[in-house]
T-cell receptor, first 112, second 111 residues
Framework: KAGVTQTPRYLIKTRGQQVTLSCSPI?????VSWYQQTPGQGLQFLFEYFSETQRNKGNFPGRFSGRQFSNSRSEMNVSTLELGDSALYLC???????????FGPGTRLTVL | LAKTTQPISMDSYEGQEVNITCSHN???????ITWYQQFPSQGPRFIIQGYKTKVTNEVASLFIPADRKSSTLSLPRVSLSDTAVYYCLVGDRQNTDKLIFGTGTRLQVFP
């Protein structure tokens, strides 16, 4: 069974631009979560989707948004990029009711 | 979600058994304990999950005492490739919306 895939793996943007990251969960997994990881803040929860609905959201500004499609694939968008948005963005999928999440390799975003 | 406390770092040598303990004094009745491993620039990898007593898989063992206020991840005969950060998390299976990762334990395995 294929794992969680994320595209692109690496991305370089400049301040003020926007970016869209994509995540394809493991087949059959309907819950998709997004995390931001930085050296200073560690792993921080962004939001979680299930059945195309956002179930929970972390403490991030409104510039960070996401959505989930009917096939469970998910995208996250960051608008008006700031230097501090440079991070590894991780997507995780899981079965409903399971705390064991499976993470993708991440998208390394660099904002110049 | 219950807060967890782990040692910041640990050192070991190849072939040794490593035990990483996690404290979760406020664990709730419905909470499960889950451990993840993360290598640099990669996503965390699920290692093991348990509720009580002992759980073992092909990678590790998880020991949970009766009061469930702590848990110990045991890695048998570590190798250099086990050098990574290990995270302990506790959470309710019905409210898995957001996993709160702590700082984790950085394990360094030496030859």
């Amino acid at each position: 069974k294929a794992g969680v895939t994320q595209t692109p793996r690496y991305l370089i943007k400049t301040r003020g631009q926007q970016v869209t990251l994509s995540c394809s969960p493991i087949s059959g997994h309907r819950s998709v979560s997004w995390y931001q990881q930085t050296p200073g803040q560690g792993l921080q929860f962004l939001f979680e989707y299930f059945s195309e609905t956002q179930r929970n959201k972390g403490n991030f500004p409104g510039r960070f948004s996401g959505r989930q499609f009917s096939n469970s694939r998910s995208e996250m968008n960051v608008s008006t990029l700031e230097l501090g948005d440079s991070a590894l963005y991780l997507c995780a999928s899981s079965l409903v009711g399971e705390t064991g999440k499976f993470f993708g390799p991440g998208t390394r975003l660099t904002v110049l | 979600l219950a807060k967890t406390t782990q040692p910041i770092s640990m050192d070991s040598y190849e072939g040794q058994e490593v035990n990483i303990t996690c404290s979760h004094n406020n664990i709730a009745t419905n909470d499960y304990i889950t451990w993840y491993q993360q290598f640099p620039s990669q996503g965390p990898r699920f290692i093991i999950q348990g509720y009580k007593t002992k759980v073992t898989n092909e990678v590790a063992s998880l020991f949970i005492p009766a009061d469930r206020k702590s848990s110990t991840l045991s890695l048998p005969r570590v190798s250099l490739s086990d050098t990574a950060v290990y995270y302990c998390l506790v959470g309710d299976r019905q409210n898995t919306d957001k996993l709160i990762f702590g700082t984790g334990t950085r394990l360094q395995v030496f030859p």
